[in-house]
């Protein structure tokens, strides 16, 4: 049973970066496609990146684009997320995902795509 455990968040300026880590275990990263979604208050659960299975294909929400960076570790079997520029509007709880693939070079943007959840870390950006 694979397990996920996010971290790195924080109370940071905006303008700031961070770094957020979600470690697998139980299984192999390179048996899943990834994802990181956020939740603000109030808000549902949205897409911010994604990283596929095989070739590590990647997706980015329009609002992250050219700021955030997914990226994975197979020999730590941790997915990352660089977060730069950050703003206000990033204020979320962030979460990662995980989805067991065959040989897939898709990445998947819904959350219902996914099977396995970490427990969030939070992120405050202020002004």
């Known amino acids: 049973q694979v397990q996920l455990v996010e971290s790195g968040g924080g109370l940071v300026q905006a303008g700031d970066s961070l770094k957020l880590s979600c470690v697998v275990s139980?299984?192999?990263?390179?048996?899943?496609?990834m994802g990181w979604f956020r939740q603000a208050p109030g808000k549902e659960r949205e897409i911010v990146a994604a990283?596929?299975?095989?070739?590590?294909?990647?997706f980015y929400a329009d609002s992250v684009k050219g700021r955030f960076t997914i990226s994975r570790d197979i020999v730590k079997n941790t997915v990352y997320l660089q977060m730069n520029t950050l703003k206000p509007e990033d204020t979320a709880d962030y979460y990662c995902?995980?989805?067991?693939?065959?040989?897939?070079?898709?990445?998947?943007?819904?959350?219902?795509?996914?099977?396995?959840w970490g427990q969030g870390t939070q992120v405050t950006v202020s002004s």
């Open positions: 990283i596929s299975r095989n070739e590590g294909r990647t």
């Open positions: 139980g299984r192999t990263l390179s048996l899943y496609a």
């Open positions: 995902a995980a989805k067991p693939r065959y040989y897939d070079i898709r990445y998947f943007t819904e959350a219902g795509q996914y099977e396995t």
